[in-house]
């Protein structure tokens, strides 16, 4: 620890000691105006809805695959569980988005897990009735 606080302590001195370098008004001003006209220099001042945009149209398709085989695993499981609609509705997280839950991309699952739920509870429904004739 001793020799550690000495190694700060020489180099604290050491760095007071080291000539500064030379800023002088005549050399920011010779590099005034090589910054002005340099033509390889460029700043790039989009929006950022447009720098969001750009980035959205740089997706990797096979992730997309991917999510919505996962999804659609998830609600074939939610369907084998007789899972509710709402509690499906939970599970895709579209709670809380009041009218606009619509516009959400998972809300198309939802529309999925909810047609599926309906035609089999009108099998189920008609499986009964044939079992009562």
């Known amino acids: ?4 606080c000495l ?6 001195v050491l760095q007071l000691h080291l000539p ?3 800023h002088s008004k005549t050399l920011i001003r010779s590099q005034e105006g090589q910054i002005e006209n340099d033509s390889h220099r460029s700043l790039r001042v989009d929006p950022a809805k447009e720098v969001a945009e750009e980035e959205e149209r740089f997706k990797v398709p096979i992730v997309d695959k991917i999510t919505k085989y996962l999804i659609q695993k998830m609600l074939d499981y939610c369907l084998y569980r007789n899972k509710d609609p709402k ?10 988005y009041k009218g606009r839950a619509h516009l959400k991309p998972r809300h198309k699952y939802y529309r999925t897990y909810l047609a599926m739920w309906k035609d089999k509870k009108a099998k189920e429904a ?3 009735a044939a ?3």
């Open 1 to 4: 620890m001793r020799v550690f």
């Open 7 to 12: 190694v700060l302590l020489v180099a604290a």
């Open 20 to 22: 500064k370098p030379l």
């Open 87 to 96: 509690q499906v509705w939970g599970i895709l997280r579209l709670n809380g």
């Open 126 to 128: 008609a499986k009964n």
């Open 131 to 133: 079992n009562f004739a």
